[in-house]
């Protein structure tokens, strides 16, 4: 299964990558919404998790401009934890919203 990780936190974006990888997962990292647009548009994935706070694109316009072309599967995962931003990353079009902090397990 390929995954891709828009996530600007480095360390952050490390951790989950390894943890997928040692389940098997083939997995592709992304540190900005401008190359995870890229990436999701242009590439082969099952599953795409998105942070929502990201530079160059917000993780909601990407989340936007994937749907108008792709149906992959979307895990927002980010830091916004509010109800109000739980239904707004729903309503954009994201499959399950996960809040930071999380445990991997």
Do not use: C, W
């Amino acid at each position: 299964m390929n995954l891709l990780i828009v996530e600007d936190e480095k360390k952050l974006a490390e951790y989950l990558a390894s943890g997928l990888e040692r389940e098997g997962f083939a997995v592709e990292v992304a540190a900005n919404g401008l190359y995870g647009l890229h990436l999701a548009m242009e590439g082969q994935f099952d599953v795409v998790v998105l942070d929502r706070m990201l530079p160059g694109l917000d993780g909601l316009s990407l989340l936007k401009a994937l749907r108008s072309r792709r149906r992959t599967p979307v895990l927002m995962l980010t830091a916004l934890g509010d109800i109000d931003d739980r239904v707004e990353g729903l309503r954009a079009g994201a499959d399950d919203y996960l809040v930071k902090p999380f445990s991997f397990s």
